[in-house]
């Protein structure tokens, strides 16, 4: 599957420009079909999309229904975002061109949950 990411002016409309580490409920793709068109510059992604969400049961015992669902969603809106987020595609280039800014991506992403992007210790960002 290809990493290569989709600079900000080509990923359309709906392009978090927010946090990079919490892609806000008004932002980005807002049903499967916009989704599935989103992740459509990727086809393994996308493929890999569609086979989760039909794999996913609607409800299963002792869980709330569609809880699976909307996590394979969740999930592949994250990343979407990670590959069209302007401070994330900055990052990568970066990476990808050497350029050391000082603090290894690693060292920033360890500060956050890696499903929830929330900080670790729930305080602010410094």
Do not use: C, N
């Not at 420009?17 to 068109?37: M, N």
Request: charged content about 25%.
């Amino acid at each position: 599957m290809s990493d290569h990411r989709v600079p900000p002016s080509a990923a359309g409309p709906g392009v978090p420009t927010r946090s990079p580490y919490q892609l806000d409920a008004d932002e980005g793709p807002q049903s499967i079909g916009e989704l599935k068109h989103a992740l459509a510059p990727w086809p393994g992604v996308l493929t890999a999309f569609i086979d989760a969400l039909e794999a996913a049961p609607f409800h299963q015992d002792g869980e709330e229904p569609l809880r699976a669902v909307r996590q394979v969603i969740s999930e592949y809106r994250v990343e979407w975002m990670a590959k069209v987020h302007p401070d994330i595609v900055r990052a990568v280039t970066d990476d990808k061109a050497g350029i050391d800014d000082g603090v290894p991506l690693d060292v920033v992403m360890a500060r956050y949950d890696p499903d929830t992007y929330e900080l670790r210790d729930g305080g602010e960002a410094a």
